[in-house]
């Protein structure tokens, strides 16, 4: 159950340490923090498995952090159907940074509106 929980959220196991035992985890991260994270995580599969099979590797994660998005209310299922498209079916590896990053900025925009 903690592995399909940590799908578009690589930090969930860190949080449920902490939940578990105060101080031995992590806080689950801000929208800055986790835009962060993702990107790492994004390179890191590049660095790993080459930038070709890699970006392919990594369209999975962006297709759960996507739905984790749309779960936690920064997304619609219209606008994230877009983003998706953008994401996922680019294979050039600085142009899906790129788009990741104004992903994030569309949800901290919609973060600070609430």
């Not at 929980?5 to 860190?14: E, I, K, T």
Request: proline residues 2%; neutral net charge.
């Amino acid at each position: 159950m903690i592995g399909r929980a940590c799908y578009g959220r690589p930090w969930w196991a860190g949080v449920l340490a902490s939940k578990l035992d105060s101080g031995s985890g992590a806080a689950e991260p801000d929208l800055r923090r986790e835009y962060e994270i993702v990107s790492e995580q994004h390179w890191e599969m590049l660095s790993l498995y080459g930038h070709e099979h890699g970006n392919r590797v990594a369209r999975k994660h962006l297709g759960w952090t996507l739905n984790r998005l749309v779960q936690r209310g920064f997304l619609d299922a219209e606008a994230a159907a877009s983003w998706r498209t953008r994401l996922l079916s680019d294979n050039h590896n600085a142009r899906v940074f790129k788009t990741l990053g104004e992903l994030y900025v569309v949800a901290a925009e919609l973060e600070q509106a609430a």
